[in-house]
């Protein structure tokens, strides 16, 4: 059984940093491409950066572009997303999801093509 548990939240005031992990259970994260996703009170989930499988491709959203960075660590089945220069709008819940095409370089930005998730971790951005 897949399960993907992330930690790492928090509360932070703008400008400040987090790192988040996600450590996988139950598959090998190097054969699978993992996204980190957020959802804030109201609104629909949203991509945030992805990584595939061999993680020789990455990629951002517009949003968090030049202060969040995607990497992973396959000898611990863990992706981190790295958070610099934090704002109040990043506030949200995040997650991180497993997609199940074995060895794939696309990095989807749906959350329908994720397979697996998290149960998320809150991050709440102070102004």
């Known amino acids: 059984q897949v399960q993907l548990v992330e930690s790492g939240g928090g509360l932070v005031q703008a400008g400040g940093s987090l790192r988040l992990s996600c450590v996988a259970s139950?598959?090998?994260?190097?054969?699978?491409?993992m996204g980190w996703f957020r959802q804030a009170p109201g609104k629909e989930r949203e991509f945030v950066a992805g990584?595939?499988?061999?993680?020789?491709?990455?990629r951002v959203a517009d949003f968090v572009k030049g202060r969040f960075t995607i990497s992973r660590d396959n000898g611990k089945n863990t992706v981190y997303l790295q958070m610099n220069a934090l704002k109040p709008e990043d506030t949200a819940v995040y997650y991180c999801?497993?997609?199940?095409?074995?060895?794939?370089?696309?990095?989807?930005?749906?959350?329908?093509?994720?397979?697996?998730w998290g149960q998320g971790t809150q991050v709440t951005v102070s102004s």
């Open positions: 999801a497993s997609d199940s095409v074995l060895f794939s370089e696309v990095t989807p930005t749906n959350p329908s093509e994720y397979t697996y």
């Open positions: 139950g598959r090998t994260l190097l054969r699978y491409t």
């Open positions: 990584i595939s499988g061999h993680g020789s491709n990455t």
